[in-house]
């Protein structure tokens, strides 16, 4: 059977806007990701301990995407008091985590991630197998939305 799915292009914009004592500073970045085939959005409820949220693999399924194909991804921490900790863990179990504040939003456009000890110098990216998330002090809601080729 052949698809009927057409590609299309995910444009995602970013805006800054102040005024700093009269003047107006700022800019718009505007990314285009072509030959989208598929997105996912969705809304998962983080609980205070550790949830998967998502999966890189060389194939897809429930929650799994092809890590190859990752074009876009955004998380969006729905709460507006508490922050959650996302985990990003590769596949050598290498980890990095980071607190994303309420009302807050994290992107990202590949899987490659790197982590070192104390002191240790750069050596090279690796991709990160999943993402895994843990609410501070009581459950918050989690937008993510992805897009793959």
């Given amino acids: 059977m052949a698809t009927t799915v057409s590609t299309a292009t995910l444009t995602v914009s ?5 005024t700093l004592n009269g003047t107006k500073q700022g800019a718009t970045v505007n990314a285009k990701f072509g030959k989208i085939k598929q997105v996912d959005e969705r809304v998962l409820t983080v609980p205070t301990h550790e ?10 399924a429930a ?20 922050h959650v900790r996302l985990t990003f863990v590769s596949g050598s ?26 002191g240790a110098s750069f050596n090279t990216f690796s991709n990160f197998t999943s993402v895994k998330a843990t609410a501070n002090s009581s459950a918050v ?6 897009a793959t080729i």
């Fill in 141 to 146: 809601d989690i937008g993510l939305f992805v």
């Fill in 14 to 18: 970013i805006q800054e806007t102040i």
């Fill in 93 to 118: 179990k290498n980890r990095f985590d980071t607190k994303l504040e309420a009302g807050r939003s994290m992107m990202f456009t590949n899987a490659a991630m790197s982590g070192s000890a104390a």
């Fill in 51 to 60: 949830v998967a949220l998502m999966s890189l693999s060389s194939s897809a």
């Fill in 63 to 82: 929650g799994t995407y092809v890590t190859s194909k990752v074009r876009y991804v955004r998380f969006t921490n729905l709460d507006d008091t508490n």
